[in-house]
Nanobody, 129 residues
Framework: QVQLVESGGGLAQSGGSLRLSCVAS????????IGWFRQAPGKDREAISC????????YYREVVRGRFTISGDNAENTVYLQMNNLKPEDTAVYYC??????????????????????WGKGTLVTVSS
């Protein structure tokens, strides 16, 4: 019943921008936190941003802090990742995922890139130099 669908990936040049979208169905952002993750070829998946608007908590991984911004439109059940000043090392498949605010710490689950409740299928971002 729950679905997360990412879009907005594509090709960008170094220094350019892209905005990724994650459209959620079957959940609301009042009871779920959302994270953005990425996985480059041959590398582990890593969390890049996690947010709970309900708790007023937002996290960004150090390597993207100041360049990427997470935001949302609750009325449309959509979360965005605005990516500015892109670098070739940002090339990866980007995923969104949701974690319930109840139970174990959603922040730890998101920051550690494990045990999220629902995952999207990803969208590819390629940054050329």
């Amino acid at each position: 019943q729950v679905q997360l669908v990412e879009s907005g990936g594509g090709l960008a040049q170094s220094g350019g921008s892209l905005r990724l979208s994650c459209v959620a169905s079957g959940i609301t952002f009042d009871t779920y936190a959302i994270g953005w993750f990425r996985q480059a070829p041959g590398k582990d998946r890593e969390a890049i941003s996690c947010v709970s608007s309900h708790q007023g908590i937002t996290y960004y991984r150090e390597v993207v802090r100041g360049r990427f911004t997470i935001s949302g439109d609750n009325a449309e059940n959509t979360v965005y990742l605005q990516m500015n000043n892109l670098k070739p090392e940002d090339t990866a498949v980007y995923y969104c995922a949701a974690a319930s605010l109840t139970g174990n710490s959603w922040f730890r689950r998101c920051e550690g890139s494990f045990d999220m409740d629902y995952w999207g299928k990803g969208t590819l971002v390629t940054v050329s130099s």
